[in-house]
């Protein structure tokens, strides 16, 4: 047993090591572009949410950058923009998995489809929730300042931020990965394949469910699991467009009432399951 543990943590930090360099780039890129993202930009997207907001919501919330959920969030619960347009961000989010993507050389045209299905998805989703459901209330919270402090802090770049946010990546690729490896090398691929394929129906569902863990360590376990192909891109997408991170914590402590968050948690998972489990049955 220890032998096979030695070989996995082995494994293990030979893939993670290879990718440091990728991510550590991609972040510090994204990270100048998080701060670029200022309050100009945010006034101008309010100021068109109405009327396009589910569209506007999709393009931006695509932008792999951790704040722009919870800045909606927070605007959705002042009621400045619809319950589509959130919708349609929570949807589209990417949170962590496209660095990953790149990191691991994942076929650029199979990168651009993933983040395609989940623009089209956050559209078609949050302009359909816009139709036909209403919010009438009003917010109990004044949310002004939440939203001023979520976008004070692209007012700098922080190289140090972007080394951080690479570590923690890293640390959860590689237990990640240690953790596939032990697996693979104590029952075997043979094995663990025909598990999977036996519950295949299964896996859209579960992928749903972990997306939803208010965290980015979610994405970043189940964007490693497509990449090591231990589950197809249909059961990795649901957990993919379920995931917002964070966002579902500040959703729950500043948004009134609560049956309104779990109608929009419904929306999200449903509408996941059902195109993860739609992308399996076509591929």
Known sequence: MSEIIQHSLIHSFEDTIKIIPFLL?????LEYLEHSFNNHHERYFIDHSQKYGPVWGSL????PQCGFSIMATNLFAARLIT?????AIYLSTSDE???ILISAKVNPLIIAAIILIKIITGIIVGIAVDRFIHIKDRPIYNNSDSWASCSAKHDNFDFWAAVRRTAQIVLIIFVTGF?????????GEDLISSTLESVSYL????SGLIGMIPNCASSVVLTQLYVSDVIPLGTAMAGLLSGS????????RQNRPFSVNITIMAIVLISS????SLINLIF
């Open 273 to 276: 399951i059902l195109v993860g």
């Open 97 to 99: 998995m496209l660095p």
């Open 203 to 206: 896996g859209p569902f579960v």
């Open 245 to 252: 991170g964070v966002a579902w914590l500040i959703l729950f």
């Open 25 to 29: 780039v991609i972040f510090i890129i």
């Open 83 to 87: 319950l589509g347009t959130l919708v």
């Open 179 to 187: 953790i596939i490896n032990l697996i693979i090398e104590t029952f």
């Open 60 to 63: 931006l919330g695509a932008f």
